[in-house]
């Protein structure tokens, strides 16, 4: 087959396993990370600290194993960008760290969180000015903070950080041009989405702090992710897929049972998440629910989205807990333990292997991958094991199903109001009415002053969110 073909043949593989259908053999989607290092001969510095390094490792991964689908660059956090803008919270290889060890996330104690309980009143009103006003200079201390006088190093941070940062989104497009040029390999994601309780969790009060606030103020982490919600709903529908093809992935933290009760679930984290995933469906986007640990308290609550609109990952839940509430309406993944392809034989993870596609894949509607993540210590071997397991028992006795049986709904254009409708609409950092007062009447089109003032803010919006969800 020529390449054109190549790629054609794996894409309508992954399309059709993620539909719930039946293609001709199980779709191999690994979400490699650092062992894309280990594999082309770079250090976790090297793919870290250089994304071009990092995009190289993947595509020498490409090239070399039959993989139906890959993210272009899973060691998702530059570090010349996160030092370029001075993250604190990174501990970087090479430099805080050994060079052969992944980056590590340093979250802060409870006394030390990046947002403190009293400001809970602060996010709720303006997220974004919240974001730069006072968490930014907190987790950055190249950034003056608000009322300090601004410096060289403030300004250079702003400068450094904004084109570092659309200099590596910038280079995403060639990356996916080229892996299906050279490799014939699809690209397995696109766009970005966090539930808006990980976000707090993750990045603002720490998980310890947050345990707290749920137990003894949970009204106001209520209102803070009903805050958050609707911009990380605009940030996912504006970054997914055009073409609805591929899935957006959801990096699901800390959401499930133990570190939530199933009450807070319940009454917090599901009721601002939800409504993201529905808008997307809307849209006709599925949702990679990539979910971390295990959540099997919660597969019947994940049941009830509409029929195709998202896939399970599974990292801990229960395999066949899951395949028996969900493989009806949705295409599962993963289920290969990383200590097994650390640890384990080549043979242990071809059974395993064979094992995952006996019982999740026997009627399709299933992508082989980790459990998780795959870092440097899994083995060379056992990623080619997993690779050759999947072609030998992978393929269906019949022919590929002639369509999926799950198509997306007919998009809905635009964004749903209860995004659009806040005081400052997402996009926005200042708005033009604002900078309006400002200026000298517009004696030409405001239109025109208008449209090219709110696509410039909407740079200054994505970066600092960025900042948040992706760095």
């Not at 894949?361 to 992508?367: E, K, L």
Request: aromatic content about 10%.
């Amino acid at each position: 087959m020529t390449i054109d073909q190549v790629y054609a043949a794996r894409l309508g593989r992954y399309i059709t396993a993620m539909r719930n259908g039946t293609p001709d053999r199980v779709p191999l989607r690994p979400l490699v990370a650092e062992v894309t290092a280990r594999y082309a001969g770079f250090t976790c510095q090297e793919i870290t600290h250089d994304y071009k390094k990092a995009f190289e490792a993947v595509i020498r991964c490409c090239h070399d194993f039959e993989w139906d689908a890959v993210v272009p660059n899973m060691v998702y956090v530059w570090t010349g960008l996160t030092e370029a803008v001075g993250l604190r919270y990174y501990g970087v290889p090479g430099i805080h760290v050994g060079p052969d060890i992944g980056f590590q996330y340093r979250e802060p104690s409870e006394a030390g969180a990046f947002m403190k309980r009293e400001e809970y009143d602060e996010l709720i009103e303006d997220p974004v000015r919240f974001l730069y006003e006072t968490w930014l200079p907190r987790v950055s201390p190249e950034v003056s903070a608000k009322g300090q006088p601004t410096s060289y190093r403030n300004n250079l941070s702003f400068v450094k950080g904004g084109m570092a940062m659309l200099s590596y989104f910038n280079a995403f497009g060639p990356q996916v041009e080229r892996m299906r040029r050279e490799c014939g390999t699809p690209s397995s994601i696109c766009g970005m989405l966090k539930a808006p309780l990980d976000i707090l969790a993750d990045k603002l009060r720490g998980y310890v702090a947050l345990a707290y606030d749920l137990m003894e103020i949970p009204d106001k982490v209520l209102q803070a992710c009903q805050a958050l919600m609707p911009h990380l709903a605009y940030l996912a529908l504006t970054s997914a897929d055009p073409s609805r093809t591929l899935p957006i992935p959801i990096w699901m933290h800390r959401g499930c049972t133990p570190f939530i009760s199933r009450e807070h679930f319940e009454t917090i984290y599901w009721p601002t998440l939800r409504p993201i995933f529905d808008a997307l469906w809307a849209q006709g986007t599925q949702v990679l629910m990539y979910a971390e640990g295990k959540w099997d308290a919660h597969l019947e609550r994940f049941a009830e989205l509409p029929a195709g609109s998202m896939i399970f990952h599974l990292d801990r839940s229960d395999p066949l807990l899951a395949h028996r509430i969900l493989s009806k309406k949705f295409c599962l993944s993963g289920g290969v333990p990383n200590a097994l392809l650390a640890f384990g034989s080549p043979d242990e993870v071809k059974a395993q292997c064979r094992h995952l596609i006996e019982t999740l894949g026997a009627d399709g509607g299933y992508i082989m991958d980790a459990s998780a993540i795959v870092q440097n210590d899994a083995a060379i071997e056992n990623l080619r094991a997993m690779t050759a397991a999947t072609i030998e028992y992978g393929t269906y006795r019949s022919p590929s199903s002639p369509s999926a049986q799950v198509q997306p709904p007919l998009a809905t254009p635009g964004l749903p109001a209860w995004v659009t409708t806040r005081k400052i609409r997402p996009g926005i950092c200042f708005p033009f009415e604002e900078k309006c007062k400002e200026m000298p009447p517009i004696s030409g089109d405001v239109r025109i002053v208008r449209e090219v003032w709110d696509s410039i803010e909407d740079l200054a919006y994505l970066y600092i969110w960025h900042i948040l969800l992706s760095f």
